[in-house]
């Protein structure tokens, strides 16, 4: 027999909740089975996103330093502008300076920063060569004795508010380095039932399988304890997916083996 020759399956929200629903000797019946099972699916995206599941998140984001600045936001803030002689309506503005003069035609969007879960490193980009930066603590930040001293940023912590914050020492010495760094950010949200999820194809088991188990709590106690240890399975197996495989050289040393 033929293979189908197609690799497109990708189960929509609607989907994976009748899969949850079955694994809990359920049926889908009314609407408000969907939208408690489309609360779930988001609750357990924010379970993900704390035990660090979703690295296909990962974005990298440039920022431009300015002289004597050292707060800068974990992401990039939109907002749109009124017409003017340089801008156009609906115009974007995502964190240049101009010498132009408009007006500001919407609220300033955070949504971008807001999404982000951490920080996961960082260089400093001078001249077309990067250098990594060190990440420290809050108490490692705020004993730093004179935050105002200028250079070349070295060090970098990341206060994790609704707004995230990046705060560089030393204090930039120019407007021309950039700080690059990689972020997890959040899987977008289960809105509606005929939306697909922002997952790959590998972690599908793993997302039924949560569901079913969130479902069971609230639905189908019986199946609690079953449903957990499923879940558990494939998130076990899927977290061991979702990792660097990098090579890992092991060099003993010259002391120990020569005994001096």
């Known amino acids: 027999m033929a293979v189908s020759g197609s690799k497109d ?32 699916l988001n609750f357990l995206f924010a379970d993900w996103a704390n035990r660090g599941l979703n690295q296909w998140t990962i974005g990298q984001v440039t920022q431009s330093v300015v002289s004597g600045v050292t707060d800068y936001p974990v992401g ?32 300033v969007s955070l949504e971008d920063v807001q999404s982000t879960i951490d920080v996961l490193n960082a260089v400093v980009r001078r001249s077309s060569e990067d250098i990594s930066i060190n990440r420290i603590s809050r108490d490692d930040y705020l004993s730093i004795p004179n935050k105002t001293t200028t250079g070349r940023p070295n060090q970098y912590f990341v206060d994790r508010l ?7 020492w030393p204090s930039p010495e120019n ?40 479902i069971s709590l609230k639905r189908s106690p019986d199946r609690v304890q079953l449903l957990k240890g499923l879940y558990e399975e494939e998130f076990d197996r899927a977290a061991q997916e979702d990792r660097d ?5 092991l ?5 120990f083996v020569t005994g001096v």
């Open 175 to 214: 407007s021309t380095d950039q700080i690059i760094y990689d972020r997890l950010t959040r899987i977008d949200d289960a809105d509606v039932s005929v939306n697909t999820l922002e997952i790959p194809f590998r972690f599908y088991p793993c997302l039924a399988a949560g569901l079913a188990y969130y």
């Open 251 to 255: 060099v003993p040393s010259f002391t």
């Open 9 to 40: 399956f990708e189960p929509d929200v609607a989907e994976y909740i009748e899969e949850a629903f079955e694994r809990c000797g359920l049926e889908l019946r009314t609407g408000y089975d969907a939208r408690t099972a489309r609360r779930s």
């Open 162 to 168: 609704i707004t995230p914050v990046m705060k560089v």
């Open 245 to 249: 495989k990098a090579s890992v050289n």
């Open 76 to 107: 990039i803030i939109t907002l749109t502008v009124a017409d003017s002689s340089s801008f156009t309506v609906g115009e974007t503005i995502t964190g240049s300076s101009s010498g132009a003069t408009t007006t500001v035609s919407s609220a």
